[in-house]
């Protein structure tokens, strides 16, 4: 039973648990209206628990990367993702961090402010797994403008970019996804997602 069809604004709680680190990691562009509609649609079923235990709800990449498209904040430019393995996915786009945060209501420290400032490449490689109704998102590898980041100053961007941006956003520990999904599988071919009981 998985595939349906139109939404209007997704409950935050599937928004975020669901599909935040397809948005942190970016979104292709130029997407067809059709797959936006489609992908919203789908999820509003889910939202509004109107599927069996049982049922799985395929989201293909341009379903993904529509929606992702559509819910990205101001700051972000020629984004897009790209998954690579089963629960790996790396997304790359053009970042202004000052901007996107001035798009969330939020206003940069002066530091962020000052190391952030202005357009930036960045790419995002993060693991997604999930089970139980619970899923966790590792994030292995960032880099801005060319410069790899780990170790500690992976944790900094972490905990001062990342997360003030994605305040919802459980990185690094198991978070719940909501309206009986038991598991979200990431893989080259989309999303899937299992409604259990």
């Not at 897009?80 to 996915?89: D, N, V």
């Amino acid at each position: 039973m998985g595939n349906c069809r139109p939404l209007r604004r997704v409950y935050p709680n599937v928004k975020l648990s669901l599909l935040w680190p397809i948005i942190l990691l970016g979104s292709a562009v130029g997407i067809a209206a059709d797959d936006y509609a489609s992908a919203k649609q789908k999820l509003l079923s889910i939202q509004q628990d109107r599927l069996q235990p049982g049922s799985r709800v395929e989201l293909t990449p341009r379903e993904l990367d529509a929606y992702a498209a559509h819910q990205a904040p101001a700051g972000v430019r020629n984004p897009q993702i790209t998954i690579t393995a089963s629960g790996i996915a790396t997304g790359t786009a053009i970042v202004d961090f000052n901007q996107v945060r001035r798009s969330l209501g939020q206003r940069p420290g002066w530091l962020a402010s000052k190391l952030l400032e202005g357009d930036r490449p960045v790419s995002v490689t993060a693991r997604i797994t999930s089970s139980g109704g619970r899923a966790t998102i590792d994030v292995r590898k960032v880099v801005i403008s060319g410069m790899g980041i780990d170790g500690a100053t992976l944790e900094f961007v972490i905990d001062h970019v990342l997360r003030p941006l994605y305040p919802s956003a459980a990185i690094g520990r198991p978070f719940p996804l909501g309206h009986r999904v038991e598991k979200l599988d990431i893989t080259p071919r989309g999303a899937g997602i299992l409604i259990g009981r």
